[in-house]
């Protein structure tokens, strides 16, 4: 009696123990051995940190399988990508050599349509995952696209694009780039010694007199000329013009004068420097111009990011909205 | 094995614990057929050197022959082997708890024949009987009294029909008559198997009662002080000491002079 | 005086050696009495089942509750600070994985050590003390092979499946307590199968092996070891508890260690 007791419940133990046993292998990925799979790769040439084997691929959203393989592309240096696919989730269940024919049929058609693959943000982890998904422009379609690898037969190739990120770091990057090849200091020096030079030469008290003495001159000259339309006779034209000698020779003089008081300030030098601060000016406004555009462009793209975050803002938490399987 | 050989050899042995040495310098023989007393005080090591010649504790030197081979100097499966041929009771009866009467005494049939089951149980209830505990193969040891473990004990080591046989207190924790039972199945399976049989124990009336020889051990000198027949060294020893240890009639006049009875 | 001392200091090293060799000889007593398991008869069945039923049948109430209690525990802690964060779906990960990795083969072992290192113990030191090793030896049968193997083989094979029940019944704890931080069953039962997979749940049980041959060993050692006594008895069942613990964490470190090296 004891022992049949005992027995019991050894068989319970162990039965219910294997069949647990059992059922959690199955749950837990043996299952997966029953599942078609097709095999996909691709190419990154940018960084695939946060990228590991098992990461999940998904179609918009839908987890549809997982990175199998992740190796270095020597001669590219690339990072090649395979990953394991499960048709399943694109079509009706059907045989499994017909689903993987009808798959890759399909997956043909869709690539030319401008299905790309490219790697996403799974939240502020930093992992990523692989996301199948329509980008527009699709661009020049590549040839390999949608044949077998050469040496792995069976396994696909599906091209990728840049990720988003790497567009948007990128453009900022290049911008920026453009921004500090600005040599902005050596022209606000410039443009500075050239104003100072401007003030010096306006202030200096000999030009101020020989503007002051021209004032003289030319009122001299009004004075004359109203003289001469009063007095314009015979008797007086002579004595006018002995005058008019006197005046021009004090004007002559003045001119000298001038001309000496100018090359003392080698004002010739000064507006050669002022033209060449112009110059350089006028080529910098060019370079301004073109990374300005790309400044805007870079806005543009924030603008976009932004607009996306406010549709769904919390998105830079756990990612890109993922679809709710239907089952 | 040839007759010249004594059953068992005991030269110049020398027992201990770590250190200490509880018995050395023993020497003696052990001839077929005869029950052999190795007698002493309490804590005097009689247990320890049983447990030597068994084989169970290496002795620190000396040598111990079974049929002129060494046990000492065997391998481990050699004295195994010869152990095998020893029957052992224990004083308790050692009976496995987990087991059933019959099945203590089946062990070493099953572990070591290539009998049936149905010739092993006729050999088990044959040693049950041997021992006066027909019917009780299919009792727990919890459920037997003391004499009754030891009978079963004694019927366990009789399983492989053992050249020599070793009793460690066979009257301990008993009472004179059960003790008395358990000396005359000891008689009894001397005569009707010329079994070999080594006791160790202080009962005076067992050692009259059965022992061919005795040996006394002592405390003190850490050897052995008698060797001879009990009547013999009653009588004849030179040692006071021996005399008064076996002198059943003088301790009863001592303790009535003191009182005691 | 210069020979107390010297005599001190060699007693300090018998007693080091002594500590490191004898579990050593112990082990290789063991070891050396492995043929015989596959001579007939070599193993005895009804001991085995006794053990079976002692540590793993009789072990699955106390086990699944207390697996069932920490993964609600682990679950509690874990959705407390997810929830800071608005990702409680991450106590899924929490407890899944540490319930696989840890929990389930560590509260598996504790279990098995209180209950099978001191029965083991307990069981030899009195067989001890009823001389019923001497008669094992007498009888020219090894008591090591003949105590040692029925209890380590019914360990080797209830720890593992215990450990599936630990498991099973920690991540229904964590379950539960998803459902009170709005993760629907549904949910949580499709994160679980996603991320955790048959390694992991492998590698965790596969500890179980070596906690039971370390349990075994420690409860057997110290039973054998016990002086033979009923105190002694007592005294060999706590230091069996003792040793059994210290041995399974260390080791817990050593594989969680080994398995970092791996990737798990």
């Given at each position: 009696m004891n022992e049949r007791q005992q027995n019991l419940r050894i068989g319970i133990f162990v039965t219910i123990g294997l069949l647990l046993l059992v059922a959690v292998l199955f749950y837990l990925g043996l299952s997966e051995l029953f599942v078609t799979k097709v095999k996909l790769y691709t190419y990154f040439s940018?960084?695939?940190?946060?990228?590991?084997?098992g990461s999940s691929v998904k179609y918009r959203g839908v987890p549809v399988g997982s990175v199998s393989q992740l190796t270095i592309s020597m001669e590219s240096q690339k990072v090649f990508v395979i990953m394991e696919i499960e048709p399943r989730y694109f079509g009706k269940s059907m045989g499994r050599d017909r689903q993987s024919a009808v798959f890759f049929r399909q997956l043909k058609k869709e690539i030319e349509q401008g299905l790309r693959c490219r790697m996403e943000f799974a939240g502020i982890t930093g992992m990523k995952f692989i996301d199948f998904d329509y980008f527009s422009p699709p661009g020049p379609l590549p040839e390999k696209a949608g044949t077998a690898h050469p040496e792995l037969p069976g396994v696909r190739y599906i091209p990728s694009v840049q990720s988003t990120i790497k567009d948007l770091s990128g453009a900022l990057s290049g911008s920026l780039e453009r921004l500090s090849r600005i040599r902005f200091e050596e022209i606000a020096n410039e443009l500075e010694r050239s104003l100072s030079r401007l003030s010096e030469i306006l202030s200096d008290p000999a030009i101020r007199s020989a503007i002051g003495r021209i004032n003289d001159a030319a009122e001299n000259l009004e004075v004359s000329t109203s003289t001469v339309a009063r007095v314009f006779d015979e008797r007086r034209l002579t004595r006018l013009l002995d005058s008019l000698e006197k005046d021009m020779e004090v004007f002559r003089l003045l001119g000298e004068q001038l001309s000496a008081y100018t090359k003392d300030m080698k004002l010739p030098e000064s507006a050669a420097a002022f033209r060449a601060a112009l110059r350089n000016l006028i080529e910098s406004k060019e370079d301004l111009g073109s990374s300005l555009s790309k400044f805007n462009q870079t806005l543009e793209s924030i603008r976009m990011l932004t607009d996306y975050l406010s549709t769904d803002p919390s998105s830079i938490i756990k990612g890109k909205r993922e679809m709710p399987v239907e089952k | 094995m040839s007759e010249e050989h004594a059953k068992l050899e005991v030269k110049d042995l020398v027992i201990g614990y770590g250190d200490r040495v509880v018995l050395q310098n023993l020497n003696f023989q052990v001839a077929a057929g005869e029950i052999f007393c190795i007698m002493g005080g309490s804590g005097c090591g009689k247990s320890t050197l049983l447990k030597h010649i068994i084989g169970l504790y290496p002795p620190k030197s000396g040598d111990i022959l079974f049929s002129g081979r060494s046990i000492v100097h065997a391998s481990t499966e050699e004295r195994q082997a010869i152990m095998r041929r020893f029957g052992v009771t224990y004083q308790g009866g050692a009976l496995f708890g987990s087991m059933t009467v019959a099945e203590n005494v089946a062990l070493p049939l099953t572990e070591y024949t290539d009998k049936s089951k149905e010739e092993i149980a006729e050999i088990v209830r044959e040693k049950l009987k041997l021992v006066d505990l027909d019917g009780f193969g299919q009792y727990m040891p919890s459920e037997l009294s003391g004499g009754m473990c030891k009978r079963a004990g004694l019927a366990r080591a009789l399983a492989l029909n053992p050249d020599l046989l070793f009793f460690d207190e066979p009257s301990a924790g008993l009472d004179p008559i059960t003790s008395a039972g358990l000396d005359r199945l000891i008689l009894s399976l001397r005569d009707q198997f010329n079994a070999t049989v080594i006791v160790v124990t202080h009962e005076l009336d067992s050692v009259f009662a059965i022992a061919d020889r005795v040996i006394m051990l002592d405390k003190n000198t850490k050897t052995i002080v008698a060797d001879g027949s009990p009547e013999e060294l009653l009588n004849n020893s030179e040692n006071e000491w021996v005399r008064s240890f076996l002198d059943r009639d003088g301790l009863k006049r001592r303790k009535k002079k003191d009182g005691l009875i | 005086m210069n020979g107390n001392t010297d005599s001190r200091i060699h007693d300090f090293f018998n007693g080091v050696g002594s500590s490191v060799l004898d579990p050593v000889l112990f082990i290789g007593t063991v070891s050396r009495q492995f043929p015989s398991l596959f001579r007939k008869r070599g193993l005895r069945k009804r001991e085995l089942f006794y053990y079976l039923d002692l540590c793993g049948a009789k072990s699955i109430p106390v086990v699944t509750l207390i697996c069932f209690l920490m993964g609600a525990v682990l679950g509690i802690q874990a959705a407390l600070q997810m929830r800071k964060v608005g990702t409680e779906i991450f106590v899924v990960d929490l407890v899944g994985f540490s319930v696989l990795k840890e929990f389930g083969p560590l509260m598996v072992a504790m279990i098995s050590t209180g209950r099978a290192a001191s029965a083991f113990a307990a069981e030899i030191g009195t067989m001890k003390v009823n001389e019923e090793i001497s008669a094992l030896e007498t009888m020219g049968i090894s008591p090591a092979a003949y105590l040692v193997y029925p209890k380590l083989l019914a360990m080797l094979i209830a720890m593992p499946l215990l450990t599936v029940f630990g498991d099973v019944t920690g991540i229904v704890g964590g379950m539960l307590v998803g459902l009170s931080v709005n993760i629907p069953l549904q949910a949580y039962w499709t994160r679980t199968v996603t991320i955790l997979d048959p390694i992991t749940f492998l590698l965790g049980a596969g500890k179980t092996v070596v906690f039971a041959v370390l349990i075994t060993l420690a409860g057997c050692y110290c039973g054998f070891k016990a002086s033979s006594d009923a105190q002694g008895v007592g005294r060999g069942a706590t230091s069996a508890v003792v040793l059994s613990i210290f041995l399974v964490v260390v080791a817990d470190a050593v594989i969680t260690l080994l398995y970092s090296f791996i990737g798990y």
């Open positions: 940018e960084s695939v940190q946060g990228l590991t084997v | - | -």
